[in-house]
Nanobody, 128 residues
């Protein structure tokens, strides 16, 4: 599967953005998809993930501000980001897997190179 992110941009602190990740094909169950980010000079970290069993995981630093969802009819994953802060500035990546391990990667319990597919990323910049 090929993934392509869109929706990044520059916003002021407190603003909102919605990221999209279009998949080239509908994944077969079981599957999972997730959002990850890498800030300049830092390691990539998990943000949120969901799987075909309707399980959702969101990292503590964005809980209450970010929401992950999917449109299965259009093979698209979304990340709604509200009340953005300068610390959210990063390249955001979409990833997918044919299993249900994305949540483990988001929680840091599994290396992210375990996931099957990654997009090229979309940049989010939040200014104060």
């Amino acid at each position: 599967v090929q993934l392509r992110e869109s929706g990044g941009g520059s916003v002021q602190s407190g603003g909102s953005l919605r990221l999209s990740c279009a998949a080239s094909e509908r994944p077969s169950k079981p599957y999972c998809m997730g959002w990850f980010r890498q800030a300049p000079g830092k390691e990539r970290e998990g943000v949120a993930a969901l799987d075909s069993g309707d399980s959702i995981t969101i990292t503590d630093s964005v809980k209450g501000r970010f929401t992950i969802s999917e449109d299965t009819a259009n093979n698209t994953l979304y990340l709604q980001m509200n009340n953005l802060k300068p610390k959210d500035t990063a390249m955001y990546y979409c990833a997918a897997d044919s299993g249900r391990i994305c949540q483990l990667v988001v929680l840091g319990r599994l290396a992210d190179n375990a996931l099957d597919a990654w997009g090229q990323g979309t940049m989010v910049t939040v200014s104060s």
